[in-house]
């Protein structure tokens, strides 16, 4: 009982140092992508123009754009919960979705009108949505990164308590990104398939530091 305790305390202590030593191995990561997206950014003129009466009929709510940068506050919540090895699979799942992404925005250019944020009332909402579109043209779009990786997380903790909470607020998340008019239809649909396809190449070792010998679905099965 004395050693088992003895364990308990020492592995408390280790998952403890992990949880900071996430949150410093965070910032480069984000640093390194922000600059890729800039390249991205760069490289890439969009020739595919997206306008029918679908996405028109979608309204424009601004208000929505809290639960968009919600997205931030659930990725957070999910590299503090969870256990070194899934959060690896979710870095590993999240560089692999990002790599795709980044090649189909270069590879097809897709653009739409948003709407103008000069014509928002409310003047918070005008000066977040004139940062975003100049932040992120809408160029930069299909498939949806804010939607592939909240989904990444969905699907990487989908065994662990909470499940019916975090989809809830993966499907809250993939509207908002349609009612701010950061994304269209397709760019959410791509997300979430791009979400599940790097989530399926992770669980079966294709992509990134091969684990030895022949357990798979680790990423997904581990309670």
């Known amino acids: 009982m004395v050693k088992s305790t003895h364990v308990g305390r020492v592995q408390d202590q280790t998952e403890g140092k992990t949880v900071w030593l996430r949150f410093l191995i965070a910032p480069p990561f984000v640093v390194v992508g922000l600059w890729i997206h800039e390249l991205v950014q760069a490289q890439s003129e969009p020739w595919l123009i997206v306008d029918n009466a679908l996405e028109r009929a979608i309204p424009f709510l601004p208000w929505t754009i809290w639960i968009y940068f919600s997205f931030f506050l659930f990725i957070a919540a999910t590299l503090i919960r969870v256990d070194r090895h899934l959060f690896w699979c979710f870095v ?79 499907i809250a998340i993939s509207l908002s990104t349609l009612f701010t008019k950061k994304h269209l239809i397709s760019d959410v649909i791509g997300g979430i398939g791009l979400a599940w396809f790097s989530v399926w190449m992770i669980e079966n070792n294709y992509f990134l530091f091969r684990r030895r010998g022949t357990q798979q679905a680790a990423c997904v099965n581990e309670e």
Request: proline share 8%; aromatic share 8%; charged share 15%.
């Open 92 to 170: 590993r799942s999240v560089i692999l979705a990002s790599i795709i992404g980044w090649g189909c925005v270069l590879l097809i250019p897709v653009s739409f009108d948003r709407p103008d944020p000069a014509l928002i009332d409310h003047q918070l909402y005008r000066q977040i949505f004139t940062f975003l579109h100049e932040a992120d043209p809408s160029h930069i779009t299909f498939p949806s990164l804010h939607v592939a990786v909240t989904w990444i997380c969905c699907l990487l903790l989908k065994n662990q308590p909470g499940r019916g909470r975090r989809i809830a607020l993966g």
